[in-house]
T-cell receptor, first 116, second 110 residues
């Protein structure tokens, strides 16, 4: 299995809602990432987990709360989002654990989030 | 902060024509990766270059890393409609992070 899966594919939420994005991989990768991608822009790194522990937080607002319950799963909890948070949220994983630019990253299909 | 500039932003070609996208950094990069994102899709890893002056080929795609490790290019020979998408370079920064270029969106007219 060489896939990273993400659910849901699409999500529409109000600014007062609480929702979660889910990501799963069964490649045995021990590093997992959350990216945010706005239209016509490159992916922006949000969080990095290594061995289920948060190793990088790129100054992301607290309304985004990541969680890594086990080595295969990564969640992103959303609360009190703003319309400008609407974007494609991509999960990725890599075999190498140490945070490094040499890591080949496998991206999931993403969740397209719209905040009303 | 470190930046990777990528040009052109858009490229429209006739099927069968060649295509090249370029990435430049003002600072030395440890490595460079290339990703392709199809319309409505997600980035897919294409290749990584690490050595100064390195050249790698994948069928019709040729990737180069400059001698000073500050620039890179992706060249596609005889484009096909399946080549459509946005090509991103991502350079290795001094913090161990990947610095993505803004991408080049390729459209191919049959």
């Amino acid at each position: 299995d060489t896939e990273v899966t993400q659910t849901p594919k699409h999500l529409v939420m109000g600014m007062t809602n609480k929702k979660s994005l889910k990501c799963e991989q069964h490649m045995g990768h021990r590093a997992m990432y959350w990216y945010k991608q706005k239209a016509k822009k490159p992916p922006e790194l949000m969080f990095v987990y290594s061995y289920e522990k948060l190793s990088i937080n790129e100054s992301v607002p607290s309304r985004f709360s990541p969680e890594c319950p086990n080595s295969s799963l990564l969640n992103l909890h959303l609360h009190a989002l703003q319309p400008e948070d609407s974007a494609l949220y991509l999960c990725a994983s890599s075999q190498q654990v140490a945070f490094s630019s040499y890591n080949e990253q496998f991206f999931g299909p993403g969740t397209r989030l719209t905040v009303l | 902060g470190q930046q990777v500039m990528q040009i052109p932003q858009y490229q429209h070609v006739q099927e069968g024509e060649d295509f090249t996208t370029y990435c430049n950094s003002s600072t030395t990069l440890s490595n460079i990766q290339w990703y392709k994102q199809r319309p409505g899709g997600h980035p897919v890893f294409l290749i990584q270059l690490v050595k100064s002056g390195e050249v790698k080929k994948q069928k019709r795609l040729t990737f180069q890393f400059g001698e000073a490790k500050k620039n890179s290019s992706l060249h596609i020979t005889a484009t096909q409609t399946t080549d459509v998408g946005t090509y991103f370079c991502a350079g290795g920064g001094s913090q161990g992070n990947l610095i993505f270029g803004k991408g080049t969106k390729l459209s191919v007219k049959p």
